[in-house]
């Protein structure tokens, strides 16, 4: 049973840091690209972050790419998005995603199983 659990949210100050986790289960984790995205209070799924399986090409979005960072380590079948500068636009459930076909490139809107997510909140 494939399955993908976030943590790491909670409360951040603005200009403060999360690291948040996507521990993977049920599936060959080094095989497939994952992807990061959000859901604000009211709005829609925004699409954050990718990364290919060896972690050799990253997509990120350019309304965060100086914030935050992604990686992976496939021998803890984790994935991570270290976030900085939080700005309470930033909050938000969390979501991380595996790609629906492993070793393809990392293309943006190709997921097929999502976390139940994490969430952030920034405020003072």
């Known amino acids: 049973q494939v399955q993908l659990v976030e943590s790491g949210g909670g409360w951040a100050q603005p200009g403060g840091s999360l690291n948040l986790s996507c521990v993977a289960s049920?599936?060959?984790?080094?095989?497939?690209?994952m992807t990061w995205a959000r859901q604000a209070p009211g709005k829609g799924l925004e699409w954050l972050a990718g990364l290919e399986r060896d972690s050799k090409y990253k997509d990120v979005s350019d309304f965060v790419k100086d914030r935050f960072f992604i990686s992976r380590d496939n021998a803890k079948n984790t994935m991570y998005l270290q976030m900085n500068n939080l700005k309470p636009e930033d909050t938000a459930v969390y979501y991380c995603?595996?790609?629906?076909?492993?070793?393809?490139?990392?293309?943006?809107?190709?997921?097929?199983?999502w976390g139940q997510g994490t969430q952030v909140t920034v405020s003072s």
């Open positions: 049920g599936f060959k984790f080094s095989d497939y690209s």
């Open positions: 995603a595996k790609s629906s076909y492993p070793f393809r490139p990392y293309a943006r809107g190709e997921y097929d199983t």
